[in-house]
């Protein structure tokens, strides 16, 4: 299973938080972005950036903690 952190639609930030969860020996995962590509990337279809869900409540730590988190 996996566990889905946020939905955005800055591939900048999404490409920032994918490097803060790698190196922090986490494996994110990016949902959607064929959609995001086939529509240009103007942003009508966000990107979701998931994990593991064993590796979930880590990863909420570490972007609250680099105050990337909002609760949903």
Same mark, same amino acid.
Request: aromatic letters at 4%; glycine letters at 8%; zero cysteines.
């Given at each position: 299973?996996?566990?889905?952190?946020?939905?955005?639609?800055? !591939?900048?930030?999404?490409?920032?938080?994918?490097?803060?969860?790698?190196?922090? *020996?986490?494996? !994110?995962?990016?949902?959607?972005?064929?959609?995001?590509?086939?529509? *240009?990337?103007? *942003?009508?279809? !966000?990107?979701?950036?998931?994990? !593991?869900? $064993?590796?979930?409540?880590?990863? $909420?730590?570490?972007?609250?903690?680099? *105050?990337?988190?909002?609760?949903?």
């Amino acid at each position: 299973m996996i566990h889905v952190l946020l939905s955005e639609g800055d !591939p900048v930030r999404l490409g920032f938080l994918q490097a803060l969860l790698r190196d922090a *020996g986490l494996r !994110p995962l990016l949902l959607d972005s064929h959609i995001s590509a086939v529509e *240009g990337r103007i *942003g009508a279809f !966000p990107q979701r950036l998931a994990v !593991p869900e $064993e590796e979930a409540r880590a990863a $909420e730590a570490l972007l609250r903690e680099a *105050g990337e988190w909002t609760e949903r």
